[in-house]
């Protein structure tokens, strides 16, 4: 059975310079994502709530909560701030050498 690794590195081989350009930028696009939805699962979950009761505290569908954790929106700095708010946690933007922080810790 082919290894999934394998059956990318087979298709990645046969893209041209630019679709594998392209191929890259999303993968990072979706990592980042990812990891985003990561971090704001173990927020909440570091703060005991639920993604049912995190939604309601927010006023937003539990499955809207579902799609950010997984990493499958791409959410806004708007939304972000939203549930560090609702989280009662800091959210801080860090670009190069300068740091923002958006919302304090509560």
């Known amino acids: 059975m082919m290894k999934f690794a394998d059956l990318d590195n087979k298709l990645r081989a046969e893209l041209s ?4 350009s392209d191929s ?3 993968r990072a696009e979706l990592a980042a994502q990812l ?3 990561i971090a704001l699962r173990d927020a909440r979950e570091g703060v005991g709530l639920t993604q049912t009761e995190l939604a309601s505290q927010m006023g937003i569908a539990q499955s ?3 799609r950010i ?4 929106t791409n959410i806004s700095l708007a939304m972000l701030r939203r549930i560090s708010l609702a989280l009662g946690v800091e959210l801080v933007v860090e670009v190069g050498n300068h740091r923002a922080v958006v919302t304090s810790a509560a």
């Open 35 to 37: 990891r985003t939805g």
């Open 24 to 26: 890259d930028s999303r």
């Open 69 to 72: 954790e997984a990493g499958r």
């Open 64 to 66: 809207a909560i579902s």
């Open 17 to 20: 310079a630019g679709e594998k």
